[in-house]
């Protein structure tokens, strides 16, 4: 069955590291997206791809990165600029720009 | 630009009742409109969705109709389980124009059904 795969479902990061979260989709869409969820909050968008090798920054890009080299995968590192890193992150993929996403189940990443 | 406005939560009510979230939106032309729902510690799930005025999207007993006039797309369920505690969010994406590469949220209206 197609679908986002978000790994792993729980990470743990020391201060001052950087972590970088999977996302990959065999949904063969061409726009993928991350976001922050912290608790009892709405989304905040990270970062956005609409192709492979492009990408813009959302509303809270400071401190993350992305890559898009394939189109199945769209990898966040958390960097350590990222001052209170401990959320929820979501990945999301839409088929072209008039459709609604489809979500992975997202990775919960806590600061030790 | 787009924006969405949700009912504020919490939201509590007993097994059986009616359901209405309220969702207003702010948008140039004609967007689609989605209800998405998240259950504990998942992701986001599509509930529902309408793309053109007077559509009524329909799934698991939700329902909500597109209403040009009023700007609305409220949520509404006649009788509700416990199985549907959940945040329920509601969303836009506009026309195929430029600005409109992303979806818009609402802030998220949290429903908890008690027995």
């Known amino acids: 069955d197609g679908g986002i795969t978000q790994s792993p479902k729980y990470l743990f990061r020391k201060e001052g590291q950087n972590v970088t979260l999977s996302c990959e989709q065999n949904?063969?869409?061409?726009?993928m997206y991350w976001y922050r969820q912290d608790p009892g909050q709405g989304l905040r968008l990270i970062y956005y791809s609409q192709i492979v090798n492009d990408f813009q920054k959302g509303d809270i890009a400071e401190g993350y990165s992305v890559s898009r080299e394939k189109k199945e995968s769209f990898p966040l590192t958390v960097t350590s600029a990222q001052k209170n890193p401990t959320a929820f992150y979501l990945c999301a993929s839409s088929p072209d720009r008039a459709g609604g996403y489809t979500f992975g189940s997202g990775t919960r990443l806590t600061v030790v | 630009g787009n924006s969405v406005t949700q009912m504020e939560g919490p939201v509590t009510l007993s097994e059986e009742a009616f359901l209405t979230i309220n969702c207003t939106y702010t948008a140039t032309g004609y967007p689609s409109l989605f209800w998405y729902v998240q259950y504990p510690g998942e992701g986001l799930q599509l509930l529902l969705k309408?793309?053109?005025?007077?559509d009524k999207g329909s799934n698991k007993g939700f329902e909500a109709t597109y209403r040009k006039e009023t700007t609305s797309f409220h949520l509404e369920k006649g009788s509700v389980q416990v199985s549907d505690s959940a945040v329920y969010f509601c969303a836009l994406r506009g026309p195929l124009t430029f600005g409109n590469e992303k979806l818009t949220f609402g802030t998220g209206t949290r429903l908890t059904i008690i027995p």
């Open positions: 949904l063969n869409h061409d726009a």
């Open positions: 309408a793309t053109k005025a007077d």
